[in-house]
Nanobody
């Protein structure tokens, strides 16, 4: 079982920055990927940024050059640094962990979500 606790959301003006954190605990040895997703009202949940256990990263086109995903193995925590925020970045942000698949156990775990609001 993996537990995820995320924090760092809030209200910020356009052009500002926030850093989201996701702290993982439990059976973390088999983590295969760590991701950030977001969901705005009336829109489908989308992948914002992800990092694999070998360090490969990927980003949504809308955030490339502005957002950076990183991890701190010693703290079992990963982050999303968000710079040059825009009003269209407003959403609930959720961290996600994908485990190496194994029959008989869940493979996906989600944080509770943190609200990011960017004002004009």
């Amino acid at each position: 079982q993996v537990q995820l606790v995320e924090s760092g959301g809030g209200l910020v003006q356009a052009g500002g920055s926030l850093r989201l954190s996701c702290a993982a605990s439990g059976s973390i040895f088999s983590i295969n990927a760590m991701d950030w997703h977001r969901q705005a009202p009336g829109k489908q949940r989308e992948l914002v940024a992800g990092i694999t256990r070998i360090g490969s990263t990927n980003y949504a086109d809308s955030v490339k050059g502005r957002f950076t995903i990183s991890r701190d193995k010693a703290k079992n925590t990963f982050y999303l640094q968000m710079n040059s925020l825009k009003p269209e970045d407003t959403a609930v942000y959720l961290c996600h962990v994908g485990l190496i698949p194994q029959l008989g156990r869940p493979s996906n775990y989600w944080g509770q979500g943190t609200q990011v609001t960017v004002s004009s």
